[in-house]
């Protein structure tokens, strides 16, 4: 059962109560590898299910546009606070939407349409608003891309230096969504110096790491941070941008009014109570077992033959090319989905099929690890992922099914919050 219980919503809407149950089952059910997902606790499920999605309240706190912030004022001034003192930041922004808001409100805090802007190219591991052609950030800015080298599968920081002294760009992102290796903060730092421009972080990935201690952190590199809260940080889907006291007021000004009208403030509760657990020493050991989990589950599978891009991993992400394994990404994943086993397809770096049927999959244990799985049950998803893909290739959904109970039999033995 869906955990807070959810009877009213039963009574009043049964159908949309019975899809609830039913995601919540299968969350319980599966091996969830999606790199970007997690299990937020039961606290931060509570705090966004309550009235105070009720409230409006642009503006800041002290500075709004509606009466009534008695208690909105303190929750946002809490989750700031927090966000502040986890990141050690001057600023922190807590209202953006999501994490593609709050790259758009830096593009309005920092740039204008038509400037050149930096960021890592979506094929090789960056995000669409780094400046990818299909997003607004690439319509309606001169983006120039980099990538990573084709024989270590990693960021090539003179190729970073070279195209920013050749094409100037005001702001150059690093971070990005398929990146498997550790960021260089301090290099991308010197040579956002070196060409006059601001560098922006984007964790959204890794934030729940680098406020683990898990992955370096890029305060005093980076001016700029952005970070969505739903990934590794384990909190509510939402966004937060961090800064200097410098770029505070024009971040600010971007959010609101520049971007976005009222905050979520339900949202905004949630990630001071996502934050407030990130603080604890607790915390510290989840990031730490996240990335043992990634180091095992990399092992193992490259131990199956499976072709890792850059060889390994240094965070919780996964990267592989399954060509060698004779099938492409999409009906890899297909397949590993129906034996339970929940990751997405993905280009790979110099990936020569198309981006809605390329050649890799893309895996991570956030999630897993919050479950409770350690180092010892990694060798085991790696088998179950090699047997699965031979079934496929064999076409054999019998043994596929298999693999689905066995998975469900391995998970049964670990909670998961928000299912009792
Ligand atoms: C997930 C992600 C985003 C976007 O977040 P949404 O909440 O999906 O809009 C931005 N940047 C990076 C690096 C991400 O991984």
Not at 56 to 67: C, F, H, T
Not at 267 to 276: D, N, Y
Request: proline share 6%; hydrophobic share 45%.
């Amino acid at each position: 059962m869906h955990q807070p219980a959810i009877p009213h919503l039963a009574e009043a809407d049964p159908e949309l109560a019975q899809l609830i149950e039913g995601e919540a089952k299968r969350q319980f059910e599966k091996v969830r590898l999606i790199a970007s997902e997690n299990y937020v606790s039961t606290a931060v499920l509570e705090a966004t299910g309550t009235v105070l999605t009720n409230k409006y309240s642009e503006g800041y706190a002290g500075k709004r546009y509606y009466e009534g912030q008695q208690f909105i004022d303190p929750v946002e001034v809490l989750a700031v606070e927090r966000a502040k003192a986890l990141f050690g930041v001057d600023h922190a922004n807590v209202q953006p939407y999501s994490g593609s808001p709050a790259n758009l409100a830096i593009y309005l805090a920092l740039v204008s349409p038509g400037d050149t802007v930096m960021g890592m190219g979506l094929p090789a591991g960056g995000h669409l608003t780094h400046g990818w052609n299909v997003s607004a950030t690439g319509k309606w800015f001169r983006a120039v891309q980099y990538g990573v080298r084709k024989d270590t599968g990693r960021i090539d920081m003179d190729e970073v230096r070279d195209l920013a002294l050749a094409e100037r760009p005001k702001m150059i992102f690093c971070g990005g969504t398929a990146i498997p290796r550790t960021i260089d903060f301090p290099a991308f730092a010197e040579i956002a110096r070196e060409v006059d421009a601001v560098l922006v972080a984007d964790i959204a990935h890794i934030a729940g790491l680098v406020a683990g201690g898990a992955h370096p952190s890029p305060v005093g590199h980076a001016q700029i941070i952005s970070t969505t809260t739903h990934k590794t940080l384990r909190g509510p889907r939402g966004a937060m941008l961090l800064s200097d006291a410098e770029h505070a007021k024009a971040l600010d000004k971007a959010v609101f009014p520049g971007l976005q009208g009222g905050p979520h403030n339900h949202t905004t509760a949630a990630i001071a109570v996502a934050l407030g657990e990130a603080a604890r020493p607790s915390f510290r050991d989840y990031a730490a077992a996240v990335v043992a989990n990634a180091k095992a589950l990399a092992e193992a599978l490259a131990a199956r033959g499976f072709d890792l891009v850059s060889g390994g991993t240094d965070n919780h992400l996964i990267l592989m090319d399954v060509t060698g394994k004779g099938i492409a990404g999409k009906p890899a994943a297909k397949a590993l989905d129906r034996a339970g086993i929940e990751l997405n397809y993905n280009t790979v770096p110099f990936d020569p099929r198309k981006p809605f049927d390329p050649s890799g999959l893309r895996l991570g244990t956030p999630a897993i690890t919050t479950r409770g799985l350690g180092v010892d049950q990694m060798p085991q998803i790696a088998e179950w992922m090699d047997r699965t893909v031979t079934a496929a290739n064999n076409g054999d959904d019998a043994a596929i099914d298999a693999i689905a109970a066995e998975v469900a039999e391995l998970l049964a033995a670990y909670p998961m919050p928000g299912w009792a």
